[in-house]
Nanobody, 129 residues
Framework: QVQLVESGGGLVQPGGSLKLSCTASGGTLDVYAVGWFRQSPENEREGVSCISASATTTFYKESVKGRFTISRGSDKKAVYLEMKHIVREDTGVYFC??????????????????????WGQGTQVTVSP
C-alpha cells in the first residue's frame, strides 16, 4: 500500500502563494484518483481538489476555482497543489489521499473510505495576518 507524505505548507500572507506536494513511496499515484482535503478547527475535513488516476480529469471546490491548480508529476510519484491568491479561509491542515473509493470527475469529488485508503500526515497552511 502506497505511503503518502505532504510538504510545502507554511505561514503565508493573504494574496500569497504556496505549492503543496504529496509524495508517494511504495507505489505510484496513477492507480487511483488522488485528492487534497483540508481541515480547520471550524470545519470538518473537506475535499478541496482531486485528480483522476489518468490525470485527465480534475475537480476543484468552488471557493478555490481559479486559484488552485492540481497536477501530477511525470514520474507519477507526486501530486501537487499550487495555491495562488491565498485567502484567510484557506487556513487549515492539508491532507492528500488516494483510495479506490475516491471518485473524481470534473463536476464532483465523492469519497467512500475503503480498506485501501492511504492518507498522509498533513501539512499546515496558516494565512496571517
Amino acid at each position: 500500500q502506497v505511503q503518502l507524505v505532504e510538504s510545502g505548507g507554511g505561514l503565508v500572507q493573504p494574496g500569497g502563494s504556496l505549492k503543496l506536494s504529496c509524495t508517494a513511496s511504495g507505489g505510484t499515484l496513477d492507480v487511483y484518483a488522488v485528492g487534497w482535503f483540508r481541515q480547520s478547527p471550524e470545519n470538518e475535513r473537506e475535499g478541496v481538489s482531486c485528480i483522476s488516476a489518468s490525470a485527465t480529469t480534475t475537480f476543484y471546490k468552488e471557493s478555490v476555482k481559479g486559484r488552485f491548480t492540481i497536477s501530477r508529476g511525470s514520474d507519477k510519484k507526486a501530486v501537487y497543489l499550487e495555491m495562488k491568491h491565498i485567502v484567510r479561509e484557506d487556513t487549515g491542515v492539508y491532507f492528500c489521499l488516494t483510495d479506490p473509493g475516491l471518485m473524481c470527475t470534473a463536476g464532483s469529488l465523492h469519497y467512500t473510505r475503503t480498506d485501501f485508503a492511504s492518507w498522509g500526515q498533513g501539512t499546515q497552511v496558516t494565512v496571517s495576518p
